[in-house]
């Protein structure tokens, strides 16, 4: 049951309060956590009845802690658990059904064999969320197809937890996309408070000056890193809003993750031999740095802009120069891929969108069409090559 994995992160008391409801010619048994609704719907399945009956898999109810749902509703999080964990849930979530395929299994772990071989990272106020391995059940005495729907319908991730493992109540990280939305009944995003925060503690006024340091200091901790990881690994991070979370320290940009290893997309022009050839996270570098402009800065950082731009009154013109600013003036930006990848990304007249939309409509989740709009860090100034 499992490959490719350390140890589980599961506290000893729960260990030790499942292997109570085990009999002693079944100690050897391994934990395998399940979401609660997942647990619900498998049991209904006549293969998984059948496994019970024969005693291969021991079905032991709610055991543990009490756990949180993240906002992907399927990851699960304590501060009590040492890594978050990645369930299955046979529910379409947006364009997808939220099971594990072991594709996916073997693409995340083969993106995180590459990000550790590039640990320890050299970017003050960054971290890539470790994913450590994965754990499911593994039925080699049924056909392929229902062996295959077993694996993924049972599959569990295991991602490093920040909150215990780095920070204090004080400095909890939070999703970026639970800052971008306007709450019912009020009238300002989340996002709006804390830099409204951060002025106060800093004695200045909210005025466009500290909006655009605010949003200076937000991306050379999140967009500055995530490029040069592009530049100089190929490592083409999937940090969209949901995908990435920050600490604000009262307000002010402090540290930044990246989270869920699934989505990395490698270039093969830059990945050298860390990876086999035949590895599913690996792409032509034009299909990695589409996905990183769409991801990051489409996605992302068009987000974020938007949303502090309507509730502080500075235009999203503006904010995209901070931006373009920050970007052509990193002097870390020096070797001739980096300099090709700015100039690109300051003259290119459109970027990519996803047609979300359009591409659920014709079921194309894994294949989406794609709209061009424009650039809008595409102005009319003087780019450096």
Known sequence: MGRRHRHPPFPTELLEEAHLKLSFDRQHYQLLPCHPWQAKHLLTWPEVQELIQSGQLVYLGALGVPVHPTSSVRTVWSPELAAYLKLPLNVRITNFIRVNPLDQLERTLDAATYTESLRPLPYEGFTILAEAGYRTLVASHLPEATRMKLIESF???????????????????????????????????PLYRFVEQAAEVRGA???????????????????????????????????????????????????FYVRDLEGVSVSREVAGDVLTADSVALYEDAQAWHRFKYYILVNHTGHLLHALAHDTEVSEGDLWAVVADTIQSHAGFASERALRGVHSLLTTPHFAAKANLISRFQERGETPLYVEIPNPLFQKREVTQ
Do not use: C
């Open 205 to 255: 006024a909210l005025d466009a000056d500290f909006v655009k340091a605010w949003l200076k200091r937000y991306v050379e901790i999140s967009l500055l890193p995530l490029l040069d990881l592009f530049f100089r690994h190929g490592y083409s991070a999937e940090a969209h809003v949901q995908n990435s979370m920050v600490t604000l320290d009262h307000g002010w940009p402090a540290h």
């Open 155 to 189: 599959a569990v991730i295991f991602r490093q937890n920040p909150v215990r493992t780095e920070h204090d109540d004080a400095q909890t990280p939070v999703v970026v996309a639970s800052l971008l939305e306007t709450r019912p009944g009020e009238t300002t995003a």
